[in-house]
């Protein structure tokens, strides 16, 4: 157990600049404390007690801002970095060596049974605000930008940005153009939809005036 924490404290170090000695660490670093009370969490959850499971998660979500639910399975040297808002649900799998940053929810989609989360591989970076939603894996070494909308699977070796995610590298080579000057806007998109319908009625009221006019004539 000591070991696997020695090896918990190593990592905020090799993933975090500013940690300045173990001491800090140990007492101000909300994700190692998250980790830790998780494990915990998740012993007791594999005893059936998820009750008693679910208390001390949730206690651990209070005091840290960080939410995993006892029944994720998490891989070794895993880091959240300040961590607040950061969600992990019940069937998420997660690798080694994964890295997350601030407001990361890895979710499942609807209130379907079994397995309904993300399974994340092994040397993942997720950025902050990212939102990793559904039952398919991320593979191994890829990154997940800022704010990114993940619903699909991704493949190993892969860089991944927008709403919804998409991927723009993989194996070190771009995939297509991303050109940050014409980022979708989700808003701006509907009003059009809603400018060109309204369009459109216009048209077939005035098609419908001019053949009323032509009727009266006759």
Known sequence: MFKRMKEDIETVFENDPAAR???EVVFTY??????????IAHWFYKKKWYTLARIISQFSRFMTGIEIH???VIGR???????????IGETCEIGDNVLLYHGVTLGGTGKEKGKRHPTIGN??????????????KIGDNSR????AVVL?????NSTVVGIPGRVVKRDGVRVGRLEHDKLPDPIVD????????IDELKAELEKVKQNSDSRERV
């Open 21 to 23: 000695n173990w001491f």
């Open 30 to 39: 909300s994700g190692l404390h998250a980790l830790w009370a998780h494990r």
């Open 70 to 72: 006892p029944g994720a």
């Open 77 to 87: 040297r895993f880091f959240i970095d300040h961590g607040m808002g950061v969600v």
């Open 123 to 136: 040397n993942v970076v997720i950025s902050a605000g990212a939102k990793v939603t559904g039952s398919f």
């Open 144 to 147: 997940i930008g800022t704010n």
């Open 152 to 156: 699909s699977e991704v493949p190993p």
């Open 190 to 197: 509907t009003f059009r939809q809603m400018q060109q319908q």
